[in-house]
């Protein structure tokens, strides 16, 4: 079965600066789709960015970047130039490209921004 | 506006109670899926519908069903409810067979007292 791991409970970041969350996942499938969605305090959720598996480059939303590392089946979220808005929960989740009616959601990052 | 429409926003009720969650999903899209967040939680995965007809389980309690009708809305029953089903009852759609992600509704916070 497909599992997704964030080994960071909770991190913290200094207004204008970097931080990367990670996202370990396990799976045989050689095709699927890992996601990154956003939890602010409204508790909606929101879709940050995505990656196909089969795209060697990785993919870039504005401030927020993936690094994709297939063959090490991790999948780790930077957001430059942190913003105030960016404080929320961050999910990590991962879809098959075969059986794509089930998502795989790890159990989220917190994320801080000081001031 | 997700596209994801979850009514209502909040409920709250006693224990033993039932209550039905109701969600549209967005315009196009066949696929319903349901989650439950508790406080602090991450997402789990109650159940899934496709087009009308369940397509996968997840972590549901026996008291809990739901069912999608021919419009493609859905709606989630909790029945014979307790303290510990209070939370987020997420409702999420997806174009099966898009490599797109869900989009979410904003929830239903359910309080049971």
């Known amino acids: 079965a497909q599992t997704v791991t964030q080994s960071q409970p909770e991190m913290s970041v200094q207004e204008a600066e970097t931080v990367t969350l990670s996202c370990t996942y396990d799976?045989?499938?050689?095709?699927?789709?890992l996601f990154w969605y956003k939890q602010p305090p409204s508790r909606q959720m929101i879709l940050v960015i995505r990656q196909e598996a089969y795209k060697q480059q990785n993919a870039t939303e504005n401030r927020f970047s993936v690094n994709f590392q297939k063959a090490a089946k991790s999948f780790s979220l930077k957001i430059s130039d942190s913003q105030l808005g960016d404080a929320a929960m961050y999910f990590c989740?991962?879809?098959?490209?075969?059986?794509?009616?089930?998502?795989?959601f790890g159990s989220g990052t917190k994320l801080n921004v000081k001031p | 506006d997700s596209g994801v429409t979850q009514t209502p926003k909040h409920l709250i009720t006693a224990t033993g109670q039932r209550v039905t969650l109701r969600c549209s999903p967005r315009s196009g899209d066949l696929s319903v899926y349901w989650y439950q967040q508790s406080l602090d939680q991450g997402l789990q995965f109650l159940i899934q519908y496709y087009n009308g007809e369940e397509r996968a389980k997840g972590n549901i309690l026996e008291r809990f069903s739901a069912q999608q009708f021919p419009d493609l809305h859905s709606e989630l029953n909790l029945s014979s409810l307790e303290l510990g089903d209070s939370a987020l009852y997420f409702c999420?759609?997806?174009?099966?067979?898009?490599?797109?992600?869900?989009?979410f509704g904003s929830g239903t916070r359910l309080t049971v007292v």
């Open positions: 999420a759609s997806s174009v099966t067979g898009a490599g797109d992600g869900y989009t």
């Open positions: 799976t045989s499938e050689s095709d699927y789709y």
């Open positions: 989740a991962y879809r098959s490209a075969d059986n794509f009616n089930k998502f795989y």
